[in-house]
């Protein structure tokens, strides 16, 4: 039973924001991905910082409740210049950890570069390529409102690329071994 769960798998995938925060859920079936969903929540229309903080608790719960993941990605506050812009985004992060948190389901963390680099092969994209690597990776062709939603998918994408590319837990003695296990890598 535990094999069948490993094989397909839900990754919630969160680029943190206090104006705007970006998600997008993919399906991961053995070694292919697929869309679920991505969007946006906004948070513009709301002055005070508390309440930004309870909406995206509120809406990452919401999310975990219909779409059910098995663990949530995010992208980790970068260091910039402003430290109370960077403040804000470490708290917005952690309430969505929170939220997933509170439903016991297991977070990670990448930094933005380590994100661009597994959906484009380039640490500094800029977000437009992240998100035509992702339409074409994806097949789909609605360009999103905003490219918060495609940064949430590629944290989704990037999560489910290092989790691919670790040998699922499996350590081998030698080569003959490896090569008989992975004969669809070999060329």
């Not at 999103?144 to 989790?163: K, N, R, W, Y």
Request: hydrophobic share 40%; net charge positive; proline share 3%.
């Amino acid at each position: 039973m535990q094999k069948e769960k490993a094989k397909e798998r839900i990754i919630l995938g969160i680029d943190p924001g206090t104006v705007v925060l970006g998600y997008g859920i993919i399906k991961e079936t053995g070694k292919n991905i697929s869309l679920v969903t991505l969007g946006v929540i906004k948070m513009g229309h709301l002055d005070d910082h508390g309440l930004k903080l309870q909406r995206i608790f509120k809406k990452t719960l919401a999310l975990i409740e219909e779409y059910k993941p098995d663990c949530v990605a995010l992208e980790a506050p970068f260091y910039g210049k402003n430290i109370q812009v960077m403040l804000k985004l470490g708290r917005a992060q952690g309430v969505a950890m929170a939220a997933a948190l509170s439903r016991d389901i297991p977070i990670f963390e990448y930094s933005p570069r380590k994100i661009k680099q597994s959906v484009t092969g380039n640490g500094s994209a800029s977000k437009e390529q992240v998100a035509a690597m992702l339409q074409n990776l994806l097949k789909f062709k609605e360009t999103p409102e905003f490219l918060d939603a495609t940064d949430g998918l590629g944290v989704a994408v990037c999560h489910s690329f290092q989790q691919n590319s670790l040998s699922q837990g499996k350590s081998y003695s030698n080569w003959s071994s490896f090569i008989k296990d992975n004969q669809d890598r070999i060329r």
